[in-house]
């Protein structure tokens, strides 16, 4: 995991709860770990929602001014240049599409100057709507490069079907991710995986995965 790591994606492509574990990980890792939320277009799953968790996992949390309010204001009074420049690494959980993209953009040109120190995932999910086939998902993906004026330097395969996943929705997708990497050129990082099912899934690289973001009918 490099120092900063932009987390991008489609609505409901399962980004938030990649990003969750991503950070409690490398807590678990001896990591001195900052999340920035910065969705600022989803209401629903952010990551937000986990300040308890992050604080038990010493984690910290960073996040709009009005997040978890009923105020759909875009306000954003942090220096994400700042926190990068912190010990320790940054996750920026960035909200979906093109449209939480522009808030990125705002920082592209700080971020730019950590170089390789820097990371942007692409989370794909072949089981959601507008990102059912490769082509679909790599216009996305340059929409979202577009907005943020930043480059991604790799895939996450996430696809799954929330409390339904099995292995074999997960295997099946093994195709459709390796057509995604080789149309944008970039490599797949990592298949994600819930990992009460991890052992049942025959596919490289897996990235065993909590679910830690839920439907509000789950909770």
Known sequence: MKKITVITGHYGSGKTNFSVNLAVKAAQD?????IVDLDLVNPYFRTADFKELFAEKGIRLITPDFANSNLDV???QFDIEQLADNDGKLIIDVGGDDAGAFALGRFSAALKNFGDQLDMLYVINQRRYLTGNSEEAVSL?????TASRLKHTAIVNNTN????TTAGIVESSADFAKEVSRRTGLPLRCTVCPENICELA???DIFPAKIYVKPLWDL
């Open 74 to 76: 875009p306000s954003i």
């Open 161 to 164: 079907l929330g409390c339904e």
């Open 141 to 145: 993906m340059y929409e979202i490069e």
């Open 30 to 34: 001896g990591e001195n770990v900052t």
């Open 202 to 204: 025959d596919i490289p």
